[in-house]
């Protein structure tokens, strides 16, 4: 998934146009961490279902509990799905020690564990919002083990 708005994020971030992508998320991680956990639309929708998402393992509980209506929408499903999947990699690198954001040279982010293991956890949100399995708080439990 090529992520537009992280193309001037990029050069914002890089010393010289066309710099590997691993060079930009080394120089300001932490911006590219609160860019990717933005999940506008996911927040809008929860928030409109009564749910609070705070960043931390049991609001993925939560969501995994709502009623999938936006499954109706077939143009919806996949931009709530990059969410969901945005969400997750948000909720894994702020409480998985050794987590991180990491973008691949096709603009794809990925959650990078501590031990190397790469996540495409967009893959992982779209699927979510497809089929409801596995669920976002499963995955996350399956991460977070050591």
Not at 13 to 27: C, F, I, L, T, Y
Not at 56 to 83: A, C, F, I, K, Y
Not at 94 to 109: K, L
Request: net charge negative.
């Amino acid at each position: 998934m090529n992520i537009p708005f992280l193309d001037s994020w990029r050069r914002r971030h890089s010393p010289a146009r066309g710099a590997a992508p691993a060079e930009a998320v080394d120089r300001d991680p932490e911006g590219l961490a609160e860019l990717l956990s933005e999940c506008e639309l996911l927040r809008t929708h929860a928030q409109s279902a009564g749910v609070a998402l705070d960043d931390t393992p049991s609001s993925l509980e939560e969501l995994d509990q709502l009623q999938p209506g936006w499954r109706e929408d077939p143009e919806l499903v996949p931009w709530l799905g990059n969410d969901a999947g945005l969400y997750l990699g948000t909720v894994v690198v702020r409480t998985v020690p050794g987590a991180g954001w990491w973008i691949r040279p096709d603009g794809q982010p990925v959650v990078r564990l501590g031990n190397g293991r790469e996540i495409d956890v967009v893959e992982a949100g779209r699927t979510w919002a497809e089929d409801g399995a596995p669920e976002l708080s499963q995955l996350y439990g399956e991460l977070a083990e050591p």
